[in-house]
C-alpha cells in the first residue's frame, strides 16, 4: 500500500473579538512521509511588524495556568510547538479601541497558530489535555533581570472576571 500525506495549510485563521493590534496568523505545515515543516519566522514577512531580539522556550505541565503578565517595552509573538493551549489576551492600553477587552485563542499541534501580542495587552494560558504545553516566543528587547518589563494580575483576579473552567459539553 502506498501510503498519502496532505500539505495542511490553515491560512484562514480567524478569530472572534480581536484585540486592536493582536494578530493570530495561521502557520502553514508541509507534511510527507517524514514529518512536517513549519516555517515560524521570516524577517520579511508581512503583518508582524517586530524585530526579535531574543527567543525562549518553556514547558508547562497539564492542568497549568500562567496568567495575566504584560509588558511596557516589549512585544511578544508566541507559537505553542507541543500540546493544546487556551491563550488569554486581555487589553489594558489606556485609551485603545478595545480597551478592556478579552480575547481567547485555540492553539497547539493541531490549531498552529502564531499570536502577535503587543505590549499593554496582557496575556497568559492554560494547559489543555493530558500532553505538556511547549510555548516558543519571542520578543522584541532583551531581558534585563536587573529592571524586567513585568507587569503582573493574577490569574484568578476578580475584577477580570475570566473563566478557567473546562466546559464539558
Not at 492542568?63 to 491563550?87: C, E, I, N, T
Not at 485555540?106 to 492554560?126: L, S
Request: hydrophobic share 40%.
Amino acid at each position: 500500500l502506498r501510503h498519502h500525506f496532505f500539505i495542511v495549510v490553515f491560512m484562514n485563521h480567524q478569530q472572534n473579538n480581536l484585540i486592536e493590534g493582536v494578530i493570530v496568523r495561521s502557520v502553514q505545515t508541509f507534511g510527507d512521509d517524514r514529518g512536517y515543516f513549519r516555517e515560524l519566522w521570516r524577517m520579511d514577512a508581512p503583518g508582524f511588524p517586530v524585530r526579535i531580539a531574543q527567543t525562549a522556550i518553556t514547558l508547562s505541565h497539564p492542568g497549568v495556568v500562567k496568567a495575566f503578565h504584560g509588558h511596557a517595552k516589549q512585544d511578544d509573538l508566541w507559537y505553542v510547538a507541543k500540546g493544546s493551549a487556551r491563550v488569554v489576551l486581555l487589553d489594558r492600553r489606556k485609551g485603545s479601541t478595545t480597551e478592556g477587552a478579552t480575547q481567547t485563542v485555540y492553539c497547539g499541534e493541531d490549531a498552529p497558530v502564531q499570536i502577535f501580542i503587543p505590549r499593554g495587552v496582557f496575556h497568559g494560558y492554560q494547559v489543555l489535555g493530558t500532553m505538556p504545553v511547549m510555548l516558543v516566543y519571542q520578543v522584541t528587547r532583551l531581558y534585563d533581570a536587573k529592571h524586567p518589563d513585568e507587569l503582573r494580575i493574577p490569574w484568578d483576579d476578580v475584577g477580570v472576571g475570566y473563566d478557567w473552567s473546562i466546559k464539558n459539553r
